[in-house]
T-cell receptor, first 114, second 113 residues
């Protein structure tokens, strides 16, 4: 089955630090990758859609300058949380999709900002 | 505005019995629906999907039913097994798998011995 690898799985850092999260599709080329955020006991909320070679499309209310997304290849997308603050602490999950197939998810990154 | 709702936050079922997880949606434009299973500290795993042109899709122990007029779908697991204990999310999209997913809030299923 399709495998999506997300790294790191957990990050603890000080306020003001920028954090980069990687999402890789290991056995398929992902035309589209998605970035989600999940708060405790809540649903996964889509943050942005990332297409290879083009700018990401951000959902309403998501600051594109805060959450930088780069999708440089068909197997790699990165999310950088710039100047992270405690309110950015959350569970971030990426997914990747091949044309005509369901999204497959990474295992998520638990981000804790002190 | 929660367009996809799972009104039962938790469900407990005995091993061997049927588990029925429910999901309601409000956006009539949704035409593709998926169920994902999620264990703690892991990403969701795709289980089964259904297109709006169908009212039932079956895959082994998992069956998804879609009632478009009621804007309701359900996931049946039979027989339930302890390994099925997880959080189940339903998700919906417009225009098939190409589009972004809107997730429900999840139902925690506990299968007891």
């Amino acid at each position: 089955g399709a495998v999506v690898s997300q790294h790191p799985s957990r990050v603890i850092c000080k306020s003001g630090t920028s954090v980069k999260i990687e999402c890789r599709s290991l056995d398929f080329q992902a035309t589209t990758m998605f970035w989600y955020r999940q708060f405790p006991k809540q649903s996964l909320m889509l943050m942005a859609t990332s297409n290879e070679g083009s700018k990401a499309t951000y959902e309403q209310g998501v600051e594109k300058d805060k959450f930088l997304i780069n999708h440089a290849s068909l197997t790699l997308s990165t999310l950088t949380v710039t100047s992270a603050h405690p309110e950015d602490s959350s569970f971030y999950i990426c997914s990747a999709r091949q044309a005509g197939r369901p999204q497959h998810f990474g295992d998520g990154t638990r981000l804790s900002i002190l | 505005d929660q367009q996809v709702k799972q009104n039962s936050p938790s469900l407990s079922v005995q091993e061997g019995r049927i588990s029925i997880l429910n999901c309601d949606y409000t956006n009539s434009m949704f035409d593709y629906f998926l169920w994902y299973k999620k264990y703690p500290a892991e990403g969701p795993t795709f289980l089964i999907s259904i297109s709006s042109i169908k009212d039932k899709n079956e895959d082994g122990r998992f069956t998804v039913f879609l009632n478009k007029s009621a804007k309701h779908l359900s996931l049946h697991i039979v027989p339930s097994q302890p390994g099925d204990s997880a959080v189940y999310f339903c998700a919906a999209s417009v225009s098939g798998t190409a589009s972004k997913l809107t997730f429900g809030t999840g139902t925690r299923l506990q299968v007891t011995l």
